[in-house]
């Protein structure tokens, strides 16, 4: 029986696709593409380098770079090789790659320049198991470490025989890839994922969403997480699809227009930002085009909301849709470089179902995933035809989800962690029979379908000793398009408030008392909906945004709470200095 691991199906593209476009990647101002066979080509000889530079099976590597070829090269080549790689946040700081690098005892590293490698050399005495460092194509020669060239140059002593004995000793309960978490509340651990993990959530991600032919995608989010990674390395290996890597996050909207991707998947903040732009465009259309746009939103409402439900589309308004698509919609689509887009997902945290809407009234509908690193990425997901707003989708086929009595989702699958890297205490608090404790609250709907409410250590009880989850309050003040982050405080007070940054696309549009009549209308709204103690008193708007570099927000773009409260301690003060 021929073996399932993402190293075998990897081998196989050569064999099936070998003259199909595996990756391009921008030289020279030109995209290059590279075949299956040669990038296969590639992995191979990069992974007869590692045994050549003494990497033992369950040897790790860590990498600390942007999304490049040689990112996914090197991972592969550690799984062929029987080893793990631990991906590195490109914005960790020398402390925080230092952790890493050490905690998961790295034999390599690859780094992508020379502001990443003095991030490793700056503690490298301290780093006992680390024995070579490699820098990718084009970084600058340093004596400290060896350039990607003269690393491939080390396979000349190991053959063929000798990496496919390490392919044959793979396991399927072996660990393939460390997950270190972005440590919204202490340092990062390990997340251990095995070859089976990976194997068999790429798979069933690919029966839910649909196989199709000529797969394109455009890799741009940091391959540190597991949801770009099945994105970039796992999902493109078992289907021999073809990734663009994208040259930088500013020039995503001109690599989107390059590439016009069939699949994409952002981040919140990704959709968000796109939505303020795009919101600030229509509403200067003026005159018939007005209309013309109003009339073309309404008909994609009402045609994705039949498609979500998976209810047929009346002949007219099938009519309405394709002069719409003809006249307005199909060019929209062209000018993003979403016009091939079939699958469009966001995931990571949650999304405001305004957001959601809108790109639907533009026929993109966006499809909400849920999950987390220790499940190897989704728990549910909403698909065509079974998609509910403000929902996260009905759990994956495969995979078990419950309620516990506190209102903690718990999962279990063959998706479901090895537990954590050298940390048996938190692996025993977080693995239970065999259940992963998600840390998130939630509920069924009566069709099935898992609501998110709440972060279980993010809970705010008050004075009064209510329980409130702040999530979904602040996604609700989000929903206003000149809020860029909602922080609602509360715990141990005896009323909450929040404090509010103002999206940088938008920021320029009201400002002082406008402003703040404009925020505080949104809070009004949002207050309505909720009970007595749960609405937001006051608010405080921030003079800036946060950020990844001030400490504010984790790599992944989720709101790191502690810190937010230590830097602001003077402005959430002052808004308790009085009684509400």
């Known amino acids: 029986m021929a073996r399932d691991t993402i190293t075998h199906r990897l081998l196989s593209q050569a064999v099936e696709k070998p003259s199909t476009i595996a990756y391009q990647a921008k030289v020279n101002d030109r995209w290059q593409p590279t075949t299956w066979r040669v990038f296969v ?57 230092h952790y890493i690098v050490d905690h998961s005892e790295a034999h390599v590293v690859l780094v992508e320049d020379a502001g990443q490698l003095a991030k490793v050399l700056s503690r490298r005495s301290e780093l006992p198991h680390l024995k070579h460092i490699v820098l990718m194509r084009g970084a600058a020669a340093s004596p400290d ?89 796992h999902m493109p290996a078992s289907v021999g699809s073809t990734v663009f890597f994208a040259e930088s996050l500013e020039k995503i909207a001109d690599n989107l227009k390059d590439c016009r991707p069939t699949v994409f998947f952002g981040v919140p903040r990704i959709w968000e930002k796109f939505h303020a732009v795009l919101a600030q465009k229509l509403g200067a259309v003026t005159g018939v085009k007005k209309r013309l746009v109003a009339w073309a939103r309404k008909v994609c409402t009402e045609v994705n909301a039949l498609r979500d439900r998976s209810q047929p589309i009346p002949r007219r308004l099938g009519v309405q849709y394709a002069i719409v698509h003809r006249l307005v919609i199909g060019k929209l689509k062209v000018a993003l470089g979403f016009d091939r887009a079939a699958v469009l997902i966001s995931g990571a945290a949650p999304i405001a179902p305004d957001v959601l809407q809108f790109f639907a009234s533009l026929d993109l509908p966006i499809r909400e995933i849920y999950g987390q690193s220790e499940d190897t990425g989704p728990t549910s997901y909403n698909l065509p035809g079974k998609t509910r707003l403000g929902s996260v989708g009905p759990p994956l086929p495969g995979i078990e989800v419950k309620i ?91 009323f909450l408030t929040c404090l509010i940054t103002i999206d940088d696309t938008v920021a320029n549009l009201l400002v002082g008392n406008e402003l703040r009549t404009a925020i505080q209308s949104q809070i009004d709204v949002v207050n309505k909906s909720l009970a007595r103690v749960e609405q937001v008193k006051k608010f405080a708007i921030l003079g800036k945004p946060f950020g990844i570099d001030t400490g504010e927000l984790t790599p992944t773009l989720k709101i790191k709470r502690k810190v937010v409260a230590q830097l602001y301690a003077r402005e959430i003060e002052a808004m308790y200095a009085e009684e509400a």
């Open 145 to 233: 470490a060896l350039s990607w060239e003269d690393f491939l140059a080390r396979a000349e002593g190991v053959t063929e025989q000798t990496l496919d004995a390490r392919i044959d000793a793979i396991e399927d309960a072996d660990l393939a890839t460390l997950i270190y978490t972005s440590g919204t509340t202490g340092p990062p651990k390990g997340v251990m994922l095995s070859h089976e993990n990976l194997a068999w959530t790429s798979r069933t991600l690919i029966a839910v969403g649909g196989k199709r032919d000529e797969e394109v995608s455009l890799s741009y989010l940091p391959l540190s997480h597991i949801a770009e990674q099945m994105a970039t390395i």
């Open 41 to 97: 080509d590639q992995i191979r000889t990069a992974a007869r380098d590692l045994i050549g530079l003494g990497f033992a099976r369950g040897a790790k590597v860590a990498i600390l770079g942007f999304n490049r070829p040689e990112w996914v090269i090197l991972d592969h080549a550690s799984m062929m090789a029987g080893g793990a790689c631990a991906g590195i946040y490109t914005t960790c700081s020398a402390d925080e790659v």
């Open 404 to 494: 516990a009595q506190d209102g903690e989702i718990l999962v279990r699958g063959p998706n479901v962690f090895l537990g954590y890297y050298k940390e048996p205490e938190a692996t025993a608090e977080s693995l239970k029979d065999g259940w992963l404790s998600s840390g998130d609250l939630g509920a069924f709907d009566h069709d099935g379908f898992l609501t998110i409410t709440g972060r279980k250590k993010e809970i705010i009880i008050t004075a009064g000793g209510k329980n409130i989850a702040p999530k979904n309050i602040e996604a609700a003040i989000k929903e206003s398009p000149l809020v860029g982050e909602a922080v609602v405080i509360g715990d141990r007070r005896k």
